[in-house]
């Protein structure tokens, strides 16, 4: 899902669990899941792709915590971000890489590269992307016919390049 798209999704929720007991109220009036879907938009002023995430939308969304994490997640998409950070991650052995960004190396250490990719992808994203606003991209070596870079943005999505 793109950041435009996410956002929208986001903010469809934002809008409908700001008010759940209009929403729950709504719900209840609704003939079958068209009408709900129609009287979720218009109550909410939201699409119709909008409102059919809202009632994709479990009851545990409801919690002060899930509202929280969506307003949270909400900001980081809503927020200009920084430039890239460019890096690079140097596989010493199938199962352990070094990390070398902003003139800093972490060392990394898994089963496996597939493993190893998983801890640098995590720790890009906790640790860098969202908590710094930028995009982190990083080129990979040491692999022979691996991946060849890594790319993680602050909306908490990432993934691994692979050659052609």
């Known amino acids: 899902?793109?950041?435009?798209?996410?956002?929208?999704?986001?903010a469809a929720l934002e809008a409908a669990l700001a008010d759940p007991v209009?929403?729950?109220?709504t719900l209840q009036e609704a003939t079958d899941d068209e009408d709900a879907a129609r009287r979720v938009a218009e109550a909410f002023g939201l699409s119709p792709e909008q409102a059919a995430t809202v009632l994709a939308v479990q009851v545990r969304s409801l919690t002060p915590a899930h509202r929280r994490r969506v307003a949270d997640e909400l900001t980081v998409?809503?927020?200009?971000?920084?430039?890239?950070?460019?890096?690079g991650l140097r596989f010493?052995?199938?199962?352990?890489?070094v990390l070398e960004l902003d003139g800093v190396e972490r060392r990394f250490t898994a089963g496996g590269p597939g493993a190893v990719l998983d801890l640098v992808l995590d720790h890009l994203t906790e640790e860098v992307?969202?908590?710094m606003l930028r995009p982190v991209v990083a080129a990979i070596s040491g692999?022979?016919?691996?991946?060849?870079?890594?790319?993680?943005t602050p909306a908490r999505d990432g993934h691994v390049e692979h050659p052609e």
């Open 143 to 152: 692999l022979p016919g691996g991946p060849v870079r890594m790319t993680v």
């Open 1 to 10: 899902m793109s950041r435009a798209e996410r956002l929208s999704a986001l």
């Open 92 to 97: 010493t052995n199938r199962r352990s890489a």
């Open 129 to 131: 992307a969202v908590p």
């Open 22 to 25: 209009s929403l729950v109220h």
């Open 77 to 87: 998409l809503r927020a200009d971000w920084g430039p890239p950070l460019q890096g």
